[in-house]
Each structure stands twice: as structure tokens, then as C-alpha cells.
């Protein structure tokens, strides 16, 4: 069972170019989102989704874009880059009514 | 809107003394609160949660949690802590339904665990 699956771990961009973050999940979970960690920030919801084709912003939804096309995928895109996205990036699931989330790895970012 | 307060950004203790880490609420109705555990270039797992029931929720790797309602807070608490736990703490509390689906987490406290 691989749970959260996350690609690329790492990823070095040059401002202004874009880049998808994937992540999979294989617990049919209906629920998906996509957080930023920064230091003393804690974790930041970008956006999230409630099930395939039904997206939403969170807190800090500039410059990502999403789309949930299957109940599996849940990609976070970044449009043009800039140095403020480096970040580590962490795409979190959970069944839509029960408590927990469950995290990938992470992705670390970083835009120069 | 629902927040949490983490006071502390982080803790120090000796290896087999009792820990806290302090966690404060806020939310309209009935909380759902949540503990998460991340270690260094690791994702965040899952400790415990409390939604309904006993005050005093068990979770893993021995941590427990108690709920207080009257003073809006969900400390984690462990009775011997080890080196080993050491790691970065977060709480996050959600509402009872609608778009209060989504949680929000405290800013996180490092726990550090001295031998």
C-alpha cells in the first residue's frame, strides 16, 4: 500500500518557468490538498478538492493551478515561478468524513 | 474562522522526564483536533485525534492528548520521553461539518529531547 505518492522530491527551477507537481494516492481518498511549509509558517493550504472535478483555493492559491481529473491525481502547477514558491511542498488525503489526514513526502523546491 | 495557537516554538527536555506541548483552539461548534508528528525530511504522521467521547485520547508511539473544553485545549503529553521523539509537533483543529471540513494547523513546536 503506497499510500501518498509525491514526484519530483526535489526540483531546481529558474524564475519564470513553470513546473507540475504529481501526486497519487491509492486509498480512494475524496478529499486532496496541497500545503507549503516555510519556516515558522508552518503549513499553508494552497488548494484542495473534494472529489474528481471539484477543485477549491485555500489560503495561498496565487501563482498554483489544480485540477482533479481522477479521484487518484490530484498535480499542483506552477505557472511561472518565483523565487517567494521555494518551499516544500506536501500533498495531503483523507477519506472526505473520517478525521486524519495522510501525507506524501514532500516535494523541496526551490526557485532561483 | 478556526485557528490554533501553538505558544511554544519549542520545548526542551531530558530524556525520561514528562513532556507537554501546548495546543489552543478555536472553532465554532464541536472540535476535531488532531496531533501530527513530522521528523527531519519526512512528511507529517499521524498521532491522534480526538472528536467525541473520553477526554484523554492514546495515540501512538505512547503520546496521549487531553482534551479540555472549558480552557479550549488539546496539550499532547507524553509521561518518559525519549530521544527519539524528537521532532516537530503539529496541531490542527477542524469544525464539526460543512467547509469546516478543511483543518487548520498550528504553527508547529520542535520538541527537543536532551540524553
Known amino acids: 500500500n503506497a499510500g501518498v505518492t509525491q514526484t519530483p522530491k526535489f526540483q531546481v527551477l529558474k524564475t519564470g518557468q513553470s513546473m507540475t507537481l504529481q501526486c497519487a494516492q491509492d486509498?480512494?481518498?475524496?478529499?486532496m490538498s496541497w500545503y507549503r511549509q516555510d519556516p515558522g509558517m508552518g503549513l499553508r493550504l494552497i488548494h484542495y478538492?473534494?472529489?474528481?472535478?471539484?477543485?477549491d483555493q485555500g489560503e495561498v492559491p496565487n501563482g498554483y493551478n489544480v485540477s482533479r481529473s481522477t479521484t487518484e491525481d490530484f498535480p499542483l502547477r506552477l505557472l511561472s515561478a518565483a523565487p517567494s514558491q521555494t518551499s516544500v511542498y506536501f500533498c495531503?488525503?483523507?477519506?472526505?468524513?473520517?478525521?486524519?489526514?495522510?501525507f506524501g513526502e514532500g516535494s523541496r523546491l526551490t526557485v532561483l | 474562522a478556526q485557528s490554533v495557537a501553538q505558544p511554544e516554538d519549542q520545548v526542551n527536555v531530558a530524556e525520561g522526564n514528562p513532556l507537554t506541548v501546548k495546543c489552543t483552539y478555536s472553532?465554532?461548534?464541536?472540535?476535531?483536533l488532531f496531533w501530527y508528528v513530522q521528523y527531519p525530511n519526512r512528511g507529517l504522521q499521524f498521532l491522534l485525534k480526538y472528536i467525541t467521547g473520553d477526554n484523554l485520547v492514546k495515540g501512538s508511539y505512547g503520546f496521549e492528548a487531553e482534551f479540555n473544553k472549558s480552557q479550549t485545549s488539546f496539550h499532547l503529553k507524553k509521561p518518559s520521553a525519549l530521544v527519539s521523539d524528537s521532532a516537530l509537533y503539529f496541531c490542527a483543529v477542524r469544525g464539526p461539518s460543512g467547509g469546516s471540513y478543511i483543518p487548520t494547523f498550528g504553527r508547529g513546536t520542535s520538541l527537543i529531547v536532551h540524553p
Open positions: 472553532v465554532s461548534g464541536n472540535p476535531y
Open positions: 486509498m480512494n481518498h475524496e478529499y
Open positions: 495531503a488525503s483523507r477519506h472526505r468524513f473520517t478525521g486524519e489526514l495522510f
Open positions: 478538492s473534494v472529489g474528481a472535478g471539484i477543485t
